[in-house]
């Protein structure tokens, strides 16, 4: 099986501190992958080397066997990572469907002139773009929320958004970087049930995650950064009982 993404040698120095340290993965086509560890271990900055938010310090990063190290953050989108950030980025003041929208944009071809015009093609696409955005948003369980403004939702509900968001990219590789941090323990559990389904309908996800039992429940494999290395990487059997990840993680946690 060819991988999908290939990390390797990965580092990236912020001045004086070594923010990730050769970092090594690789990700496989219709894998759940976790990556775990204390606060301050890197885990968001290898979303945002792999997003080319910050280009890295060294290493190099092949998606689907092409080198895209180094390469514009919108165009590293566009060849297939999409992801959502730790804090909620929405549009608050658009509806729902908007929001959606506003990421299928991204794929729509219409140009600038064709849009203001609103010529027959562009309707057609506009027509088709939010067929496509329904039908994400009621694989999120969302489409009864259409046409309400995102900000007015519920917490989990703006989290769950922002997936349906991502996803209208159409990704290769979906990142989430901490998708059920604030939620109660009713939104948590349905955020599990949607990442099971995105799951079984094939997409790649690889989620930051602090909530454990959260993790452990959804991913076959997990890696453990600390202080920007990889400490442990396994199955979550593997991890628990990794003396490691205890010390550095479990044993920490309060
Ligand atoms: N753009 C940046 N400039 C300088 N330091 C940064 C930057 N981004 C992250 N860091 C530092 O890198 C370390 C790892 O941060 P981060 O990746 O956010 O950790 P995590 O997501 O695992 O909590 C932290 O010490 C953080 O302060
Ligand atoms: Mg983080």
Same mark, same amino acid.
Request: with cysteine.
């Given at each position: 099986?060819?991988?999908?993404?290939?990390?390797?040698?990965?580092?990236?120095?912020? =001045?004086?501190?070594?923010?990730?340290? @050769? $970092?090594?993965?690789?990700?496989?086509?219709? %894998?759940?992958?976790?990556?775990?560890? !204390?606060? =301050?271990?890197?885990?968001?900055?290898?979303?945002?080397?792999?997003?080319?938010?910050?280009?890295?310090?060294?290493?190099?990063?092949?998606?689907?066997?092409?080198?895209?190290?180094?390469?514009? !953050?919108? *165009?590293?989108?566009?060849?297939?990572?999409?992801?959502? /950030?730790?804090? *909620?980025?929405?549009?608050?003041?658009?509806?729902?469907?908007?929001?959606?929208?506003?990421?299928?944009?991204?794929?729509?071809?219409?140009?600038?002139?064709?849009?203001?015009?609103?010529?027959?093609?562009?309707?057609?696409?506009? +027509?088709?773009?939010?067929?496509?955005?329904?039908? *994400?948003?009621?694989?999120? @369980?969302?489409?009864?929320?259409?046409?309400?403004?995102?900000?007015?939702?519920?917490?989990?509900?703006?989290?769950?958004?922002? *997936?349906?968001?991502?996803? +209208?990219?159409?990704?290769?590789?979906?990142?989430? @970087?901490?998708?059920? +941090?604030?939620?109660?323990?009713? %939104?948590? %559990?349905?955020?599990? &049930?949607?990442?099971?389904?995105?799951?079984?309908?094939?997409?790649? $996800?690889? $989620?930051?995650?602090? @909530?454990?039992? /959260?993790?452990?429940?959804?991913?076959?494999?997990?890696?453990?950064?600390?202080? &920007?290395?990889?400490?442990?990487?396994?199955?979550?059997?593997?991890?628990?009982?990794? +003396?490691?990840?205890?010390?550095?993680?479990?044993?920490? %946690?309060?």
């Amino acid at each position: 099986m060819s991988s999908i993404l290939k990390v390797t040698g990965l580092t990236q120095v912020f =001045g004086g501190l070594v923010a990730l340290s @050769d $970092i090594n993965m690789t990700v496989e086509q219709g %894998e759940i992958l976790g990556v775990i560890g !204390p606060n =301050g271990a890197g885990k968001t900055t290898f979303f945002n080397a792999l997003t080319g938010i910050i280009p890295p310090t060294r290493g190099k990063i092949e998606l689907m066997g092409e080198d895209i190290t180094g390469i514009k !953050p919108h *165009i590293i989108s566009s060849k297939g990572f999409a992801r959502t /950030f730790q804090n *909620i980025r929405l549009f608050k003041k658009m509806t729902v469907l908007d929001n959606v929208m506003v990421g299928l944009h991204n794929k729509t071809h219409a140009s600038l002139l064709a849009s203001l015009l609103k010529t027959r093609s562009v309707r057609k696409e506009e +027509a088709e773009s939010e067929k496509k955005a329904l039908e *994400i948003l009621q694989l999120l @369980d969302l489409d009864d929320f259409r046409y309400e403004l995102a900000g007015s939702l519920p917490y989990g509900l703006q989290r769950r958004l922002e *997936i349906a968001r991502a996803l +209208a990219t159409d990704p290769l590789i979906l990142l989430l @970087d901490e998708p059920a +941090a604030g939620m109660n323990e009713q %939104e948590t %559990e349905d955020l599990l &049930g949607i990442i099971q389904k995105l799951k079984e309908l094939g997409y790649t $996800i690889i $989620i930051i995650e602090h @909530d454990m039992k /959260f993790i452990m429940n959804i991913c076959e494999r997990l890696y453990v950064f600390n202080h &920007g290395a990889k400490i442990a990487e396994g199955t979550p059997e593997e991890i628990k009982k990794n +003396a490691a990840v205890i010390e550095a993680y479990l044993g920490k %946690e309060s």
